[in-house]
């Protein structure tokens, strides 16, 4: 039987964990739940093992010690099938959309479909490929390629292949990196968006502050391996440790 969390059930629970490549110790006992329906964003400088911690949690890498429970699976024992099938439930939106630049928008969305769902009909991918499109706004755009768009629009298309697996979990890495401040503007609306719509549990890796304080129900700084401080916006930033105030100052532009 699938198991089926409620708004507030935990959804990843990562227990003092640890990673180390020989001498370099990146995570050392971090500590993060993540409930169903929540936007966690995932703070820390160049560097800190923001993406050693998602790739432990889709399984691409595995921690030395400690625990990464993700939809109640401990994913360091997931192999082959199992491991698949949790991997479809997370989608992964990457720093640089990584679309195929000669597909359409069309077949940049088709593609993720059709190659993780056997035996849909034409008419059934359609559907879902004008669902999204619709979704992120960009509808308009379904005959264009990546070329003619820009890089807003490319990121909201990159979100939207994510979103058309109905991914339970979708992980944003720097959704807002590059972009104009009034286009990251819109793409934090389309975060909170996705949230309402689909009902997804979402990790945010961010240095932008704007899109932290926009998107997140609750922020965690990693710093030195671990999470220095979680809580809301406000509450990791009215923080009087030195690290939080001046990692404020320098990243906070508008
Ligand atoms: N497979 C690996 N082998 C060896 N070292 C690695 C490996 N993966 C990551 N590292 C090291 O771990 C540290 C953390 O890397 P990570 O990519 O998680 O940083 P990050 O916080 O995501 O940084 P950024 O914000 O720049 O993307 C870095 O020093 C990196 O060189």
Redesign the pocket.
Known sequence: MEEVFKPGEPVIEVRDLYKS?GD?H?LQGVDLTVNKGENMVVL??????????IKIMVGL?KQDRGDCVVLGKEVSKQEGNDLRDLRLKIGFSFQNSALYDSMTVRENLEFPLVRNIPNLTRAEIDEQVEYVLDAVGLLQTINQVPAELSGGQRKRIGIARTLILKPEIMLYD?PTAGLDPITCLEINELINEVKEKYQTTSII?T?DLTCARDTGDRVAM?LDGKFLKTGTFEEVFSSDEERIKSFYDYNFIH
Do not use: A
Not at 44 to 50: A, E, H, L, N
């Open positions: 490549f370099l990146v820390g400088r160049s560097g800190t093992g923001k993406s050693v911690l890498l720097e890796i240095h990693l």
